[in-house]
């Protein structure tokens, strides 16, 4: 007690300086993170700094002895190529319409009536069979008419050669002048224009007669009888929406057959010329006929979204008509 009565002013500055007890726990624990985070800040320089000498991992898994019923995956199929297709597999079937190959339709070459109609629907004819006549009552009248003028001109022409002889023994006894031999001349000259003008009327007669008679143009089945006997038809281009027939016969060769296919556009690759076909009418299904791709339409279709196919048939035979329904089988080469 004697000590604090003699330093009363040393006591009080101790006490006034001591750091309250809770004051000083909460001091402590700040400091504490300070230090921690620190500490977090120089490792993760020192990380940074060593990552580039530190030896990567090797990203190959280890092997373990454990039993392969336990710890090993199923094995997954091993991709492999499309198997090539053999050669007549079937790459695309599609559905078409027998037609021929070229069809052919007469018609009347001058105005006039059917007289005689020779075949019937169906009919196979042979080139140059008669098919149809028209009424040529008319036109055998030209004809004699034009035989008559060619007989005249050629009665003028001798006349005129006659004269002109004549006339060259006349000039050289002269008994007559120049002027008289070249008169003949002329007369001469006139007479056989005449006769090469006859001649030409003549021909022109025959030909109109002979477009009378209407001949197969070649071997061929009548499709289609379009007129009847004493019917009028006028060649084609004559007349209104009204007027008369100009179609007389269709016919077509029905060993000559295609089969028109409308493919979808998205099938075109799959198809060239040349490719070998199997086709099978729809009313037969039990016959089987081969072809090839004849033919591929340089345009598509815009409104179908189609491009048409046509496929020969190798050896058509009765069963086959046109307009008959047919599955066409492209192969593969």
């Known amino acids: 007690m004697p000590n604090q009565d003699r330093n009363p002013t040393s006591a009080g500055l101790a006490a006034s300086l001591a750091i309250p007890p809770d004051k000083r726990r909460g001091g402590g624990r700040s400091f504490g993170w300070l230090l921690l985070g620190l500490l977090l800040i120089l490792l993760s320089l020192a990380a940074i700094a060593l990552r ?141 224009a005449e006769v090469t003008i006859a001649q030409g009327q003549l021909a022109l007669a025959e030909l109109h007669h002979s477009w009378c008679s209407v001949h197969a143009p070649r071997d061929a089945t009548v499709l289609e009888k379009h007129v009847a006997v004493g019917e009028l038809v006028l060649p084609q281009g004559f007349g209104g929406a009204q007027r008369p027939s100009t179609l007389l016969l269709t016919l077509a060769d029905l060993t000559d057959l295609q089969v028109e296919v409308d493919l979808n556009e998205l099938d075109t690759p799959k198809v060239h010329l040349q490719q070998p076909c199997r086709v099978v009418p729809e009313a037969y299904p039990d016959r089987s006929y081969t072809g090839v791709v004849a033919e591929i339409a340089p345009e598509a279709n815009r409104q179908k979204g189609t491009l048409q196919v046509k496929v020969d048939l190798a050896q058509p035979d009765a069963y086959l008509v046109p307009d008959l329904n047919a599955r066409v089988d492209f192969l593969t080469d």
């Not at 075949?119 to 069979?129: F, N």
Request: a positive charge; charged letters at 20%.
């Open 52 to 192: 580039p000498h530190l030896p990567r991992l090797s990203s190959t898994p280890t092997r373990t002895n454990a039993p392969a019923s336990a710890t090993t995956s199923p094995a997954l199929p091993t991709p492999t190529a499309a198997p090539a297709r053999a050669p007549g597999a079937t790459v695309l079937t599609a559905t078409g319409y027998l037609v021929p190959r070229e069809r052919v339709e007469l018609s009347a070459r001058l105005p006039g009536t059917i007289d005689w109609i020779g075949v019937r629907k169906g009919d196979r004819v042979k080139q140059g069979d008669l098919l149809v006549r028209l009424e040529a009552t008319e036109h055998q009248a030209r004809l004699l008419e034009s035989q008559g003028r060619l007989a005249l001109a050629e009665a003028h022409l001798a006349h005129a050669r006659t004269n002109h002889q004549r006339q060259l023994e006349l000039t050289r006894t002269q008994v007559e002048s120049d002027r008289a031999l070249d008169t003949a001349f002329h007369a001469l000259a006139a007479a056989q």
